[in-house]
């Protein structure tokens, strides 16, 4: 489903010079639930960006089920990107100024699915039903309590019908109940979906669950 290949970013600094990425490779397989782990500042984040094509590496290569992102054209990146991933971040990304509804559908207004704009509705109210919102439907996104904005959140994600769902700290935010629910929801939409999970966290306890974990330390990737 994903391959990664022998991965390297640096960040230029005004005083100093920092690689962040120094050959990091990893797969995940149709389904398979992955977790990355490391100290804080290790790169874990520039690392799902750059899985995701939001952040182009110096050197490697990124494939999505056989297709290269970064050997791609911006435009084919883009739509690749549109088409098979579904990202969640710690701090929910909801425009402020559009309804829960709107929220969701925002990935499906790229044209991805050749659907209408009624059909965009339907699929997104539909997934609010599935991650327990559908009374949410018409709300602004500050009427919404973190655990509800973040559901508000996966249920975008997974509007495109992607194969692969990215994953950055999803529960950082959320206190430990709330978190464990939001978890379990992730956990049990990407079994019932056969998705793909990467996901980037601190807590021994979710790393658990995934199928496979690995630890970014010095700019490389290894089992842990």
Excluded at 102 to 118: C, D, F, S
């Amino acid at each position: 489903m994903l391959e990664a290949t022998d991965l390297h970013k640096t960040y230029i600094l005004p005083h100093k010079r920092v690689e962040v990425l120094k050959g990091a490779s990893m797969h995940v397989d149709k389904g398979e639930r992955v977790a990355i782990v490391g100290r804080s500042g290790a790169g874990k984040s520039t690392l799902l960006h750059v899985l995701g094509g939001l952040d182009r590496p110096e050197a490697g290569e990124v494939s999505l089920g056989g297709q290269p992102l970064y050997a791609a054209s911006q435009r084919v990146r883009t739509a690749l990107r549109a088409a098979k991933i579904g990202f969640v971040f710690q701090s929910y990304h909801l425009l402020p100024e559009m309804d829960v509804t709107e929220n969701v559908m925002l990935p499906a207004m790229t044209g991805v699915l050749k659907i209408t704009r009624a059909q965009m509705r339907e699929r997104a109210l539909a997934l609010l039903e599935q991650v327990g919102l559908a009374d949410r439907a018409t709300h602004m996104p500050l009427e919404l309590s973190g655990g509800e904005q973040q559901r508000v959140a996966l249920a975008r994600a997974l509007i495109n019908e992607p194969a692969l769902i990215l994953a950055d700290e999803p529960t950082g935010n959320l206190d430990r109940m709330t978190g464990s629910q939001i978890m379990e929801l992730l956990f049990g939409l990407s079994c019932t979906r056969d998705l793909a999970l990467v996901m980037v966290t601190h807590s021994p306890e979710t790393a658990a669950l995934c199928d496979r974990v690995l630890e970014l330390h010095d700019g490389l990737l290894a089992s842990r």
